[in-house]
């Protein structure tokens, strides 16, 4: 059983990673089109995306808005993740509701009412109109793994330090924050990979000054798709969300967090 189960997990994986790998692939050929299995093997295409202005200042708003974004919806959640596990409310569960709507709805859905709600705010193609709406559609990501850490956290701690003279803030500050330090830092990862993979909601907010990654390979897509320098871009951006997920499993502890979830 337990070959039966390792020939099953490495098909599994095989079969998930089947694409990156043949986009990495496809972005080291030789030929001036995209073609799997590579012919011929050259970084000319990686090497070629650094003197392109226009992916460089996508990357670079992507990886902006993608941190900003997820710092700000970790920020949001964590006050709301508190209330909800101290504070046992009939509304808690409509609260809960309300927040992980975003997470449920259709992204061209949201991306439209995103357009329609800023516009008359004078925040429709705008950064800051970008940023709320990254940030709305990570905080329903970062409050879940925020609840799994608090409701793993043992509360007798924190109210032995209040016992002991800490102020309330003292006492969460140096006892309940360290110990679910692990679900906040999971929250961000995936509120920052949730925005920077962001198409549909980006594409209703961009303008031709304003353009994200995954907006800047969509748009290219309809011009050349068979252009091996969108693989090399398209890779790049797969590696970026792979070493967050690296990252975040290395300083997270992955295994605890899967007993705890």
Request: without cysteine; aromatic residues 10%; proline residues 4%.
């Given at each position: 059983?337990?070959?039966?189960?390792?020939i099953y997990?490495?098909v599994?994986a095989?079969?998930?990673?089947?694409p990156?790998?043949?986009i990495?692939?496809?972005s080291?050929?030789?030929t001036n089109y995209?073609?799997?299995?590579p012919?011929?093997?050259t970084?000319?295409?990686?090497?070629?995306?650094?003197?392109q202005?226009e992916?460089i200042g996508a990357?670079?708003l992507?990886?902006a808005?993608?941190?900003?974004?997820a710092t700000l919806?970790?920020?949001l959640?964590?006050?709301?993740?508190?209330?909800?596990?101290?504070f046992k409310?009939r509304?808690n569960?409509?609260?809960?509701?309300?927040i992980m709507t975003?997470?449920?709805?259709?992204?061209?859905?949201?991306g439209?009412a995103?357009?329609v709600?800023y516009?008359?705010?004078?925040?429709s193609?705008?950064p800051?109109?970008?940023l709320?709406?990254h940030?709305?559609?990570?905080?329903?990501?970062a409050l879940?793994?925020?609840?799994?850490g608090?409701?793993?956290f043992?509360?007798?701690?924190?109210h032995?330090?209040?016992?002991?003279?800490a102020?309330?803030f003292?006492?969460?500050l140096?006892i309940t924050?360290p110990?679910?330090?692990?679900?906040?830092?999971?929250?961000w990862?995936?509120?920052f990979m949730i925005?920077?993979?962001?198409?549909?909601?980006s594409?209703?907010l961009s303008t031709?000054?304003?353009?994200?990654?995954p907006v800047?390979?969509?748009?290219a897509l309809e011009?050349?798709p068979?252009?091996?320098?969108?693989?090399?871009?398209?890779s790049g951006?797969?590696?970026?969300t792979?070493?967050v997920?690296v990252?975040?499993?290395?300083?997270?502890?992955l295994?605890r967090?899967l007993k705890?979830?």
């Open positions: 059983m337990r070959l039966i189960g390792r997990t490495t599994f095989l079969f998930l990673l089947a990156i790998l043949a990495a692939g496809g080291l050929t030789a995209v073609t799997f299995p012919k011929g093997l970084l000319h295409w990686y090497l070629q995306i650094f003197q202005r992916s990357l670079s992507s990886l808005i993608g941190a900003a974004a919806a970790t920020l959640a964590l006050p709301v993740g508190i209330a909800l596990t101290r409310t509304f569960g409509i609260v809960y509701l309300v975003p997470a449920m709805l259709p992204s061209v859905f949201l439209l995103f357009l709600l516009t008359p705010m004078g925040l193609a705008t800051l109109g970008l709320a709406g940030v709305m559609i990570g905080t329903p990501f879940s793994l925020i609840l799994v608090l409701s793993a043992d509360g007798t701690l924190e032995a330090a209040r016992s002991l003279g102020s309330p003292r006492a969460f140096l924050l110990q679910i330090s692990w679900s906040l830092a999971a929250g990862a995936f509120a925005s920077f993979g962001s198409l549909e909601i594409l209703f031709s000054t304003l353009v994200t990654l800047q390979i969509f748009m011009w050349s068979l252009d091996p320098a969108l693989t090399a871009i398209s951006l797969a590696i970026i792979l070493v997920l990252v975040a499993a290395r300083f997270v502890n295994e967090f705890r979830a």
